[in-house]
């Protein structure tokens, strides 16, 4: 376990790190960044809080003190009640900005990895390629992993805060597959199944992809800078396309891949044109292996 620990804190951290963002959902909406400073910065505003009229009967009870302060803003916003999608969606959206920046972790450990210990390990593996493929693959997976779980976690604490109907009747991603009523019955594993292409599927393309071009350029700036302006230059061009309203604009933006909006598309076709960076990534890898030896 300790060893476990030692050789993943990385990805446990990057786990949790990626439930706070999207927690930001849930505690934007009950404002409780603005009440927690207020409280901590202005002196009466604790004590104003808790004897107003409408909750110096309801909680005369509880000592006033933050703890309590936090206590009451989420007993609250449960009574008035949340829409799990609203809060699942908005928690998650912001993976549309930094999808290709997590993939960037894979990309820093294999190029650490690359640049000193790799080809010892060649050796021992016989096959260079076969390593590097593996490598790759492994630090991807972990990335995924890691997104795909930390999803399903602040997933599953929405469904306990969430009180109120769903704030939609259907979603896109799988529309043109699944049946219509598959979201409403089903939403839970809806957003599974969503997230495995959104919180998996995509993360793990870019990461390879991001991981491929350390095999191109020795500069890790520059490796930095490939998989940045690829996401982000893409999303620009397919937003100019849908400001001239070209068809299949859609399909060009993987920030709406990330977003699975109310656009009409289909899944299929959709998923394939976004793991455009892994099968980039892929032969990237093969070619570049293709005539080193161990």
Do not use: C
């Not at 809080?49 to 309801?58: E, L, P, Q, V």
């Not at 000592?63 to 309590?68: D, S």
């Not at 990895?113 to 997976?141: C, D, G, P, Q, W």
């Amino acid at each position: 376990m300790k060893f476990y620990l030692k050789n993943n804190y990385i990805y446990i951290i990057v786990g949790i790190l990626v439930i706070l963002l999207f927690s930001h959902a849930i505690l934007s909406s009950v404002n409780f960044f603005e009440i927690t400073f207020r409280a901590l910065s202005e002196p009466d505003y604790i004590h104003n809080f808790f004897y107003n009229s409408d909750r110096s009967f309801a909680f005369s009870n509880l000592e006033p003190n933050l703890f309590n302060v936090w206590r009451v803003i989420f007993k609250e916003a449960m009574e008035f009640g949340f829409q799990f999608d609203v809060l699942v969606i908005f928690g998650a959206s912001v993976m549309q900005i930094l999808l290709p920046v997590f993939s960037l972790i894979g990309a820093y450990y294999f190029y650490r990895e690359y640049n000193s210990i790799l080809a010892m390990e060649a050796i021992r593996e016989r096959t260079y390629r076969k390593l590097v493929i593996k490598r790759i693959i492994v630090n991807a997976l972990k990335i995924a992993i890691t997104l795909y779980l930390a999803y399903f976690v602040y997933m599953t604490l929405m469904n306990f805060f969430a009180t109120g109907n769903l704030g939609a009747s259907s979603r896109t991603l799988f529309g043109d597959i699944l049946d219509p009523s598959f979201y409403v019955e089903h939403t839970y594993f809806y957003f599974l199944l969503e997230a495995f292409v959104t919180m998996f599927m995509m993360p793990l393309a870019y990461t390879v992809f991001a991981q491929a071009m350390v095999l191109v350029f020795e500069d890790f700036k520059k490796v930095i800078l490939v998989p940045l302006t690829y996401y982000y230059g893409v999303t620009m061009i397919g937003y100019v396309m849908a400001a001239l309203k070209m068809p299949f604009h859609v399909y060009f933006n993987p920030s709406l891949m990330m977003a699975s909006g109310t656009y009409e598309f289909n899944t299929i076709l959709m998923i394939l044109i976004n793991m455009l960076p892994l099968f980039i990534g892929i032969f990237i890898m093969i070619d570049r292996t293709r005539y080193v030896e161990s």
